[in-house]
Structures are given as C-alpha cells and as structure tokens.
C-alpha cells in the first residue's frame, strides 16, 4: 500500500514515485542480489553450508512487509522463488508473521484529500461616511476529513473477572467483585495474524454554523476602531488527526460531538487613538505634548472543549493500539448535576470533596479491621461514595512479609461495560480573557529622523487564562485548572528611530 514498490522485474508508472522511491536503483539492486542467489542455488555449490540471504533494498517502507504471499506490495519475484519448493526451507526469506505482530501505523485503501462545502451570506450598511456594519451567516460542512482510527480493534468484551464461563475481558489483573488478583485477559483482534494498526482514514466529518457581525470605525479625526463578534457552533467526529483516535471503532458515531474548535462566542475589538494635543513637528511645547497615540486589543471567547478519560482500559478493548495512540477511553457520569454547564472551577471543587470523603471512609474501614492475617481482597465496610466521574472501590493488599495496607482505586467504567457512558468533549475549560493597552509617543526630529518610544502592556489587568486542566478521573491533579500556566501581566518597553 505505501512504501516501497519493487522486488518486480518491471515497474507500472503508478509505483514509480512513492515516498521519493528511486526505481532503478531498487531494480538494479534487487536484480543483483537475485542473480547472486541463483549462483548460491547452482549444484556447484551444493557444499556450501552457509545461508542464502537475499538482500531488499528499500526506501520508506513504512505499513507493510516483504511477502511471500503475505505482503501488500506486490513482489513476483520472491513469490517466484517461494513456490519453487523453498518456502519454509533453510534457504528462503524467513516468515514476516513476527514482524506483523508489530504495533504499526498506515493508511486507509481509499486515502484522499478531504472536501467542504461552503455556504456565506451578508449583510452590509454604510451608517456614515466612516463607519460600516456588516452581519452574517456562515456554514461549513466538512466530508472525508481525516481520523485516526483502530485498523484492527479487539472484539467486544465487557468489563469483568475475565476467568472462564463468565465471557468478560479484564486488563487491570483485579477482580472488581472479589478485589483478587486475576490473569490479564483480552478479546482477540478482528486479525489475529497481525498486530495493532493506527489506521489514517478519511473517516469523520463536521459541521460548522456561525452568526458574524461586526462594526468599523475608519480612521478621521484621530480615531479608529473595530468590533467583532461571533455567535457559532462547530460539532465533528474528530477535529483532526491527532485528536486521540475512535473510542468505539463499532460505533464511531458515538464520537459525534462538540469540536475541540468550538468556541460559541467571540468577541475581539481594537481601536486606536491619537491624542488632540501638541504637534508633533511644532515647537519644544509641542513636541513634548504632541504624538502621543493609544490603542488596544480587547478579546472575549469561551472555553476550549475537553473530554473527560478514565485514565485506564479495564476491558482491554483498546489494549495493543495505547502503545500508538493512549487511551480513549471514556468514563461514566455519576451526578445528575448538568456537568457541561459548570465551570471546571465548580467542577474540580466538588469532585475533590467527594474524593476526600471517599478517602476518608476507606481509611476508618481499614483502621476498624481487627487483627489477622493479611489475605487481599476487597476491603469491608462502609460502601464508599462515588465521585463525578468514577466510582471508588478500596481494597487490601499484603506486602511480600505479611503486611496489610490498602488502596483506593477510582474507575468510570462498570463491570459489564465495554466503556463508559460520558460523551465526547463534554466539558469546557474557562474562557479567554485579554486586554492589551500600548501607549507610543512619536517625535520628529528632523526631516530624515523621527523617535517613536512606546509601552505596551500585554493582559493589562493580569488575568489568569487558565488552560485544559488533566481529564484523567484516577489522577489526584483531576481537574486542576491551577496547574496549567494561566499567563501573567508582561510590559515590553521600546524605542525605534525611523528613517
């Protein structure tokens, strides 16, 4: 499919330039090691005990592997030599059966450019000689566009001990119901013959609906300025191709969601402004009152859309293409509280709350244990609450002298489930909030040489945008918008001469 394209005496002109392939040296190379095997295949050297190599030269070669019979490149050569009674000898090429178990990453058969569809429409009105206002609509709707999905997903498996006649997977090792230790078990792949595929495929889709208005003031009379506003929604099934991968590759459409891009409302202005005092090229009065000129940017926008992850694959079902792309995997949503409408500030508050209660309570169930052999399970007691997005179980563990402890372990996904109930990007990070301020002061000195000293202040008020926090429900750093940088309050101060 992608790579290299030869091994064959001849080349079609749709091989000839892949991945900046230089076909005739791979066919002179390869002609070569073929004729030096034939001699090695000659009766004269029946005695020779060493092995016959055949050496491949190629460039990229990326998804794919080198036959017989079980590569997407077409080689007729190796082929050749493989049905003349040598496959599976000594002297052949050996099996890439192992090299297909391999984690790899490829592209779909029908790879292409995706494609949109554009729809605009306006309305603009001249209120005076200076000043415009437009408003609009604005539609997009994207085909095709790129995804990464799993190219060889494990069966559905629901979440479970895994132990025989129960047909459940497990991948933590733990039985959620006795809190033993349990052997890892996973579904087969779709093809067991190869191993895990990050698939590039044209596979998603979206949709964006936008109101656009906005306000200009030309510049007279030392005076200008613009407004602009956007009122929008931006729902897809991936915003691009490296927004994580398909949670469900047998239901992609449950994907389906607002876009990391979404940003409902948008209001940016800037205006500038000269002072109406002094001049700039008058006298020592006027060039010291004169030239002054202040302008600023002021920009509103919602939050980023972020998805909440469970933080582990209890199922297994995405065991094999973490290793390429992590883990998807969504949890459950244990509140009736309209969690897409609260601030992560809000969030983070209440979950802490009930994960510190959930703490607490493990803690007097261990410390109310009487004294006796430490054997691990789940541990008795008061049942433990539930946080917003997991569920917490404590169970004890015995060190390798004897001693018991215990550990609290936080899961979205219940016994009998594959993944969790929560939808794609459901939360949204706090806004943006910026105001930068520039204060200049232009000075002609002479006819050649004027002296521009300027100032500007970037988050003129030191607002604290905070970016998308963790979203894994097992991390203690859950949610914690504080631990993302959030900005600060920076003053450049400059001088420049123009000539």
């Given at each position: 499919m992608m790579g290299y394209s030869s091994c064959s005496r001849g080349f079609n002109n749709s091989q000839r330039s892949l991945y900046g392939v230089r076909p005739w040296f791979v066919s002179w190379a390869v002609a070569i090691a073929i004729v030096l095997l034939a001699g090695e295949l000659a009766p004269a050297a029946a005695q020779d005990k060493r092995p016959n190599i055949l050496l491949i030269v190629a460039d990229d070669m990326g998804w794919s592997d080198s036959g017989a019979y079980g590569g997407e490149i077409f080689t007729p050569n190796i082929n050749r030599l493989a049905s003349q009674s040598l496959?599976?000898?000594?002297?052949?090429?050996?099996?890439?059966?192992?090299?297909?178990?391999?984690?790899?990453?490829?592209?779909?058969?029908?790879?292409?450019?995706?494609?949109?569809?554009?729809?605009?429409?306006?309305y603009q009105r001249e209120l005076t000689r200076n000043m415009v206002i437009r408003i609009g609509y604005a539609g997009t709707w994207g085909h095709g566009l790129l995804q990464t999905a799993d190219g060889n997903?494990?069966?559905?498996?629901?979440?479970?001990?895994?132990?025989?006649?129960?047909?459940?997977?497990?991948?933590?090792?733990?039985?959620?119901?006795?809190?033993?230790?349990?052997?890892?078990?996973?579904?087969?792949?779709?093809?067991?013959?190869?191993?895990?595929?990050?698939l590039r495929a044209?596979?998603?889709?979206?949709?964006?609906?936008?109101?656009?208005?906005?306000?200009?003031?030309?510049?007279?009379?030392?005076?200008?300025?613009?407004?602009?506003?956007?009122?929008?929604?931006?729902?897809?099934?991936?915003?691009?191709?490296?927004?994580?991968?398909?949670?469900?590759?047998?239901?992609?459409n449950a994907d389906r969601a607002r876009s990391l891009f979404d940003y409902p409302q948008r209001l940016s202005a800037n205006a500038v402004y000269q002072l109406p005092f002094g001049k700039a090229r008058g006298g020592f009065s006027d060039r010291v009152l004169g030239g002054w000129q202040v302008s600023t940017i002021v920009t509103l926008q919602s939050g980023a859309p972020f998805s909440v992850l469970n933080g582990s694959d209890p199922a297994g079902e995405q065991a094999g293409i973490d290793v390429l792309a992590g883990v998807s995997v969504r949890p459950n949503v244990y509140t009736n509280l309209d969690v897409s409408h609260m601030?992560?500030?809000?969030?983070?508050?209440?979950?802490?709350?009930?994960?510190?209660?959930?703490?607490?309570?493990?803690?007097?169930?261990?410390?109310?244990?009487?004294?006796?052999?430490?054997?691990?399970?789940?541990?008795?007691?008061?049942?433990?609450?539930?946080?917003?997005?997991?569920?917490?179980?404590?169970?004890?563990?015995?060190?390798?002298?004897?001693?018991?402890?215990?550990?609290?372990?936080?899961?979205?996904?219940?016994p009998g489930q594959r993944f969790g109930a929560a939808g794609r990007n459901i939360l949204r990070s706090?806004?943006?909030?910026?105001?930068?301020?520039?204060?200049?002061?232009?000075?002609?000195?002479?006819?050649?040489?004027?002296?521009?000293?300027?100032?500007?202040?970037?988050?003129?008020?030191?607002?604290?945008?905070?970016?998308?926090?963790?979203?894994?429900?097992?991390?203690a750093n859950f949610l914690n918008q504080w631990a993302t940088d959030g900005g600060n309050r920076r003053i450049v101060l400059g001088m420049k001469v123009l000539f």
């Open positions: 496959r599976g000898t000594s002297r052949i090429i050996p099996s890439s059966a192992f090299a297909m178990q391999l984690p790899r990453t490829g592209v779909a058969a029908d790879f292409r450019l995706p494609s949109t569809d554009q729809v605009s429409l306006d997903p494990r069966l559905p498996c629901v979440y479970g001990s895994g132990l025989a006649g129960t047909n459940t997977c497990n991948n933590t090792g733990i039985d959620p119901y006795t809190g033993a230790n349990v052997p890892t078990v996973l579904a087969p792949q779709v093809d067991p013959t190869r191993g895990a595929l990050m044209n596979s998603a889709s979206s949709s964006y609906n936008a109101l656009q208005a906005s306000f200009e003031k030309r510049f007279s009379q030392g005076f200008a300025a613009n407004v602009y506003y956007t009122w929008s929604k931006f729902i897809d099934t991936a915003s691009d191709i490296f927004d994580g991968f398909v949670m469900d590759p047998f239901n992609p601030s992560v500030a809000e969030l983070y508050t209440l979950n802490q709350k009930l994960r510190n209660q959930a703490l607490a309570t493990a803690a007097a169930n261990f410390n109310a244990l009487p004294p006796k052999p430490c054997v691990p399970g789940m541990l008795p007691g008061a049942a433990l609450n539930n946080l917003l997005f997991a569920r917490a179980t404590a169970r004890i563990t015995c060190s390798p002298t004897g001693v018991p402890a215990y550990t609290v372990d936080f899961n979205g996904v219940e706090d806004g943006l909030q910026s105001v930068d301020l520039s204060v200049a002061k232009n000075t002609q000195l002479n006819e050649r040489f004027s002296l521009q000293l300027r100032a500007d202040v970037f988050n003129l008020f030191n607002h604290r945008n905070f970016g998308v926090p963790d979203a894994q429900v097992n991390s």
